[in-house]
T-cell receptor, first 110, second 115 residues
Framework: GIQVEQSPPDLILQEGANSTLRCNFS?????LQWFHQNPWGQLINLFY???GTKQNGRLSATTVATERYSLLYISSSQTTDSGVYFC????????????FGTGTQLKVEL | DVKVTQSSRYLVKRTGEKVFLECVQD?????MFWYRQDPGLGLRLIYF???????EKGDIPEGYSVSREKKERFSLILESASTNQTSMYLC??????????????FGSGTRLTVV
């Protein structure tokens, strides 16, 4: 099956710092999403981004489908950004089945 | 907003018990999914369903079954609970195919402990 690898696995930032999270995937995909899981376990969809670049406030994401990777940028980080960030993909021809990466655990400190 | 509601936030069951985890969505989504989440392994798909009475195995179906008698409800069944099924279980729903955004929405999870 498709492999989805995220890096780094863990990240600690000071409030106000910027960071880049990476997602590599092993096959062609027609759907890529980034999720944030807050400390209470709720998963929130951040971006649907199978290709190109999108921005939403302090967050932005870029997917280069031909090179099979996606990046999530967090600027001016805040303590509320803490949690786990997941990349998830749907294999081309794979229906609606999302395959998740193992996540990046982010902690933002004051 | 789509709501996906899981019936229990925390659950403790004994080894060998039959366990039912319930999930209900209120936006007429065709697709529903059950994942389990374990540290270091991310979310892994157990079963999913594209329609009423339809089910397909995900990546780790062993020891589980599902039921979808109504469009809005998708139940996960642990036929005989074992300690290695202690985990966080997450239900999700989405629109069926097409369009530019499948719009997955997740429930808040059920943390199951099997003792």
């Amino acid at each position: 099956g498709i492999q989805v690898e995220q890096s780094p696995p863990d990240l600690i930032l000071q409030e106000g710092a910027n960071s880049t999270l990476r997602c590599n995937f092993s096959d062609s995909v027609n759907n890529l999403q980034w999720f944030h899981q807050n400390p209470w376990g709720q998963l929130i969809n951040l971006f649907y981004i199978p290709s190109g670049t999108k921005q939403n406030g302090r967050l932005s994401a870029t997917t280069v489908a031909t090179e099979r990777y996606s990046l999530l940028y967090i600027s001016s980080s805040q303590t509320t950004d803490s949690g786990v960030y997941f990349c998830a993909v749907v294999l081309t021809g794979g229906g609606n089945k999302l395959t998740f990466g193992t996540g990046t655990q982010l902690k933002v400190e004051l | 907003d789509v709501k996906v509601t899981q019936s229990s936030r925390y659950l403790v069951k004994r080894t060998g018990e039959k366990v039912f985890l319930e999930c209900v969505q209120d936006m007429d989504h065709e697709n529903m999914f059950w994942y389990r989440q374990d540290p270091g392994l991310g979310l892994r798909l157990i079963y999913f369903s594209y329609d009423v009475k339809m089910k397909e195995k995900g990546d780790i179906p062993e020891g589980y079954s599902v039921s979808r008698e109504k469009k809005e409800r998708f139940s996960l069944i642990l036929e005989s609970a074992s300690t290695n099924q202690t985990s966080m279980y997450l239900c999700a729903s989405s629109l069926y195919g097409g369009g530019s955004n499948y719009g997955y929405t997740f429930g808040s999870g059920t943390r199951l402990t099997v003792v």
